[in-house]
């Protein structure tokens, strides 16, 4: 094509509609994955989160929320399997367009836990990294959409596994 032509309907090409987004989703993406760099949080806690995390039960975990709308909530992990999502009947609701509906589940198998994507728009990140599937560990971080989390699991199971 001449440089200094412009460019008509022939000159244009249509992507097959494979990999879009169906019409009723109304997810957003974040844009690129570099705009999602990893910074991670320092573990300072306050005396509220660190008294709820003291009182976790041997099998249950705890997700702090450290940015996004809803800065400071907690969510108890306490189920075998805990919804993550934007849909109004997730365990843990986040009614934000950068969340799936069904975004993704923690499971728990005795005193593990493991998050598993569910084929997310804007992916679940364990520490900086996109992730199908990862076991969580005590102090990581988890990116769901806009918000960002810390994983804290029972100090009783703690001390066993370091005991171990």
């Not at 494979?18 to 806690?45: C, I, Y």
């Not at 940015?67 to 109004?88: K, N, W």
């Not at 993704?104 to 005795?110: K, L, P, Q, V």
């Amino acid at each position: 094509m001449d440089e200094n032509r412009r460019p008509d309907q022939a000159d244009i090409r249509r992507v097959p509609d494979a990999g879009r987004t169906p019409a009723n989703d109304t997810t957003q993406t974040f844009g690129h994955d570099s705009d999602l760099s990893f910074v991670p949080f320092g573990l300072e806690l306050g005396p509220a989160e660190l008294a709820a995390i003291e009182a976790l039960p041997s099998g249950a975990a705890l997700l702090l929320v450290r940015s996004g709308p809803t800065a400071g909530a907690r969510y108890l992990l306490d189920t075998d399997v805990s919804t993550v999502g934007r849909h109004p009947e997730a365990d843990i609701f986040f009614d934000d367009v950068t969340v799936s509906r069904r975004h993704a589940e923690i499971t728990r198998e005795g005193t593990r836990f493991e998050i598993v994507d569910q084929r997310s728009l804007n992916g679940t990140y364990v520490n900086g990294e996109r992730v199908d599937r990862a076991v969580l560990v005590n102090g990581a971080e988890v990116r769901v959409g806009k918000f960002r989390l810390n994983f804290f699991v029972s100090p009783a199971d703690l001390a066993r596994a370091q005991g171990a």
